[in-house]
Every structure is written in C-alpha cells, then in structure tokens.
C-alpha cells in the first residue's frame, strides 16, 4: 500500500523540525516490497522531515513544551559519561534474542528479533512478531515458537505472551498470513516472558539493556546501535540451523509522530540488518539505554536502498499507560504473576480475533 504523509511543524528550542504523520494507506497503488514471513512490514522512504540547527548551549529544559507541536531535545541526558562502542556493542548483542515459529500446515516460518529489558526474562519485540507467539498457545493452530540467542542462534527457552495491545490486533489481524503488510508501527510491540529452558534450567537473571522512555531521547543526527537477526537472505534452512546475530551503526535521519507535537518513531540510516527478521531489535543509544525497536523498512531490493523505522520507547510507555493504566516503566516494577493474571483477562480474545482469519483460509 502507498503511505501518505502530511507535514507538521515540530519546533525544538533551538531547534526546528517537521515531523512526518503516516496517514492511512491508500488501496489503488502498492509500492511495497514482498515481505518474507521473518516479520517486518514495510513502508516507503517518508518525505524529508527535519532540519535542525545548534541548540543553545544554556538550554536545560527537558520534554514537551505546553504549546502544540513544540519540544525540545534533551541537553545533557545523563550525569555520567557515554560508554565506549565496544561496550555498547557487547551489551546489545548479549541482550538480543531471536524468535522463530514455524508449524507444518496454515502459518508459513517466521523469525523475528527482540531484546531483554529487566532481568527476570521480560523480552521487548513487535506485536506483528508476538502474535505468532500468542498464537502457538491456542490448540486450534499448528505452530511451536522457540526464544534463540547467540550467534549463531540456538535455542534456548520458551516464552509466553505478556502483553499485546488490543488496538494492533484488532487493527491487523487480517494480515497474519498475508506475503504483505502495512503498517506504520503505531501500537506495533509486545511483551514476552520467558517461562522454560529448552535444555537447561533457567538462568537467575537474564543480560538486559535499561529502558529510557523519555520524551525526544532519541533525537536526529544522533548515532545509535543497532542488533538483530536478518534473516531476508537467507533460506530457510539457513535461518533455522546457521542464523547470525548482526549489529551495526546508524545516524537518526528523521523524527516521525502518529498523532501531533510527540516523537514516536524515527527513521535511521540503512545497515547490513535493513531486512526482513530485524523487527524487534534494539536500538541503544551511547550511554547503553535502549531508546526504541526496530519496526518497518522502507522499499528497495538492496540494504543499501533501505531505512529502517524504529518505534521510540516514549510512544511504547505512552500506548502501555492508555491500554494497562501503566507507563512501560511501571509496568516492569509489578509482579509478574500479577502481570500474566492482567492478560489472561484479555487472552482468549485476542487469540479469537487471530485464528478467526486462519480458520477461514482453504484446507
């Protein structure tokens, strides 16, 4: 489908932005690529959004201003000095995992990305990955889901669903076998957490990166890391027995909001991992705090003819707070027992909703 984005003024003290709002897709046209079921939409290169000048050295204000369309980036986000790029990298990679759900009849493979955010073995990827994880729960579907880490991915554990936002699945559940997708990354996450070993009991703690879902964290020109699993290259023997974990730089090149005045995604510069099976993966910023997901990519047949999206972790914690009554950092405070009582209410229903487009499909 053909994204259609309008522009708003989005003005930074010291700073001036337009920022894009993907709008609904329109059905006449579709410039978009096949998707692999390794579980990334796509979604065309927006229009330029930002133009930016110095901001004030004296700016120490932090967050969204009181006036529509206005904020500012954050000056001096931390007390402490940035980490070095190795360090970075060795966290995002330890804490990155690989998700992969494959059956033997309605639902073809799907590997995805995602990334431990609290050491109990709570996992940050994509609602469009998740689902199929909620879906090897119900025994009406024939699929098994496993949680891999490493490189190459080895499976390790196995997870339940802890949270999946209502409004995504009932948004895009007739996507859930379909070789395209549309999307834009609004309420595109979900929350897994890891209740078994495959072969070993499991750890006390899991590695994880610290969330930061402040407001405009992630900002343009800044340069962040990115992990994943790519798997578009792949075949599919290849991306079951010798897939391998990348991660790579980037530049933020846009700020991107659904609605109006807030930063919830943000475009990035194209990497080796601009491919169907990064959706989930982290993106980190210098002082080793995850500040979003990677969520759509823009067409092209080549990674270099490719941006990725990444959903900001603020409009993750702001979807949490209107669905749960929780900000995403609340969230991670509770009881998990509480947490999974908490979906179970919603359980069933969000399964019905996503086997009822399989059981229509021709045996």
Same mark, same amino acid.
């Given at each position: 489908?053909?994204q259609?984005?309008?522009?708003?003024?989005f @003005?930074?003290?010291?700073?001036t932005?337009?920022?894009?709002t +993907?709008e609904?897709a329109?059905? #006449?046209k579709?410039? =978009?690529i &096949?998707k692999?079921?390794s579980?990334?939409?796509t979604?065309?290169i927006?229009p330029k959004a930002?133009?930016?000048?110095p901001?004030?050295?004296?700016?120490?204000?932090?967050?969204i201003?009181t006036k529509?369309?206005?904020?500012?980036?954050l000056?001096n986000?931390?007390?402490?000095?940035?980490?070095?790029?190795e360090i970075?990298n060795?966290?995002?990679?330890t804490?990155l995992?690989?998700?992969?759900c494959a059956?033997?009849?309605?639902?073809?493979p799907v590997?995805?990305?995602?990334?431990f955010i609290d050491?109990?073995?709570?996992i940050?990827?994509?609602a469009?990955v998740?689902?199929y994880v909620?879906?090897?729960?119900?025994?009406?579907?024939?699929l098994?889901?496993s949680i891999?880490s490493g490189s190459p991915? @080895?499976?390790r554990?196995r997870a339940?669903?802890?949270?999946l +936002?209502?409004?995504w699945?009932? #948004?895009h559940?007739? =996507?859930? &076998?379909?070789s395209?997708i549309?999307?834009?990354g609004?309420?595109?996450?979900?929350l897994l957490?890891?209740?078994?070993?495959v072969?070993s009991?499991?750890p006390s703690?899991?590695?994880?990166i610290?969330?930061?879902?402040r407001?405009a964290i992630?900002f343009?020109d800044d340069?962040?890391l990115?992990?994943?699993y790519?798997?578009?290259?792949t075949g599919g023997?290849?991306?079951?027995?010798?897939l391998y974990?990348?991660?790579a730089w980037?530049?933020?090149t846009?700020?991107h909001?659904f609605r109006?005045g807030?930063?919830?995604?943000f475009?990035?510069s194209?990497?080796?991992?601009s491919?169907?099976?990064?959706?989930g993966g982290?993106v980190?910023?210098g002082w080793?705090?995850?500040?979003?997901i990677?969520?759509?990519?823009?067409g092209?047949?080549?990674?270099a003819?490719?941006?990725?999206q990444a959903i900001?972790?603020a409009?993750i914690s702001?979807?949490?707070?209107?669905?749960t009554?929780?900000?995403?950092?609340?969230?991670?405070t509770q009881?998990?027992e509480?947490?999974?009582e908490?979906?179970?209410?919603?359980?069933s229903?969000?399964?019905?909703t996503?086997?009822?487009p399989?059981?229509k499909q021709?045996?």
């Amino acid at each position: 489908m053909e994204q259609i984005h309008t522009q708003e003024t989005f @003005e930074m003290q010291g700073q001036t932005a337009a920022v894009s709002t +993907p709008e609904k897709a329109l059905p #006449e046209k579709s410039n =978009e690529i &096949n998707k692999e079921r390794s579980g990334l939409p796509t979604s065309p290169i927006p229009p330029k959004a930002l133009t930016a000048t110095p901001s004030s050295s004296d700016i120490r204000r932090v967050g969204i201003t009181t006036k529509p369309n206005q904020a500012q980036r954050l000056i001096n986000p931390y007390p402490f000095p940035p980490s070095a790029p190795e360090i970075i990298n060795a966290q995002a990679r330890t804490a990155l995992i690989n998700i992969i759900c494959a059956g033997e009849n309605s639902i073809q493979p799907v590997s995805g990305s995602g990334v431990f955010i609290d050491p109990r073995g709570i996992i940050l990827t994509n609602a469009h990955v998740a689902q199929y994880v909620l879906l090897s729960e119900d025994p009406r579907v024939d699929l098994s889901c496993s949680i891999r880490s490493g490189s190459p991915a @080895e499976s390790r554990f196995r997870a339940r669903v802890l949270h999946l +936002p209502r409004s995504w699945v009932e #948004e895009h559940a007739d =996507e859930i &076998n379909k070789s395209r997708i549309k999307g834009t990354g609004e309420h595109d996450y979900a929350l897994l957490l890891i209740t078994a070993g495959v072969d070993s009991p499991l750890p006390s703690t899991f590695p994880f990166i610290p969330i930061d879902a402040r407001e405009a964290i992630a900002f343009t020109d800044d340069t962040v890391l990115t992990a994943s699993y790519p798997a578009e290259f792949t075949g599919g023997l290849i991306t079951q027995r010798e897939l391998y974990a990348v991660s790579a730089w980037a530049h933020i090149t846009e700020l991107h909001t659904f609605r109006t005045g807030t930063v919830d995604a943000f475009s990035l510069s194209s990497t080796v991992g601009s491919q169907s099976g990064s959706s989930g993966g982290p993106v980190v910023n210098g002082w080793q705090r995850l500040v979003g997901i990677i969520t759509t990519m823009s067409g092209g047949t080549a990674t270099a003819d490719r941006s990725l999206q990444a959903i900001s972790l603020a409009s993750i914690s702001r979807d949490m707070q209107t669905d749960t009554g929780s900000t995403l950092e609340q969230f991670l405070t509770q009881n998990i027992e509480d947490l999974l009582e908490r979906f179970e209410k919603i359980r069933s229903e969000l399964l019905n909703t996503l086997v009822a487009p399989l059981l229509k499909q021709p045996r």
